[in-house]
C-alpha cells in the first residue's frame, strides 16, 4: 500500500474486536502514537476470538508477524479485526488488520497495521490445555 492510498470503508461484513482513540499519552512528542501501544492493543484484540475458542483462559506465545504500514495519530478512530486463522491442539493462530479513521479527515480510512499471533489455552495452573470441541 502506497503511502497515500486509502481504503474506501471498514472490511464489510466484519465487527471490530476492539476499537479505540489513542490519547496524547500514547504518543510521541510529534502525534505519532508509539508501536508499542498498537501492538498492546492487537494483543487484546487478538485475544477475544481466542478467548471465545478456548473458552477460557489464553497466554500470548508468539508474534508471528507484524507490520506497521502506515502511522497512527493521536485522535484517530482504530479498529482492530481479528479473526482466527488456524487451531491446533491447544494454539490458536490470529490475524488481526488495524484501520485509522482520521478524525480530522472523517472520510478517510487507513490500513495501518497487520499482525498474526498464537496464543495457547491455559488451565487454572496456567498449564497448556487441550482446546474443546467445538
Known sequence: ??????VPCLPPGKNPALRVMPMPADANVHGDVFGGWIMAQVDIAGSIPAV?????????????????????????LVSFYADIVKTGR???TVSVEVYAQRMRH????????EATLTYVATNDARQPRVLPKV
Open 90 to 92: 491447544t494454539s490458536i
Open 1 to 6: 500500500m502506497s503511502q497515500t492510498e486509502t
Open 52 to 76: 471465545e475458542r478456548a473458552q477460557g483462559r489464553v497466554a500470548t506465545v508468539a508474534v508471528n508477524s507484524f507490520v506497521f504500514h502506515h502511522p497512527v495519530f493521536v485522535g484517530d
Open 106 to 113: 472523517s472520510n478517510e480510512i487507513v490500513k495501518v497495521t
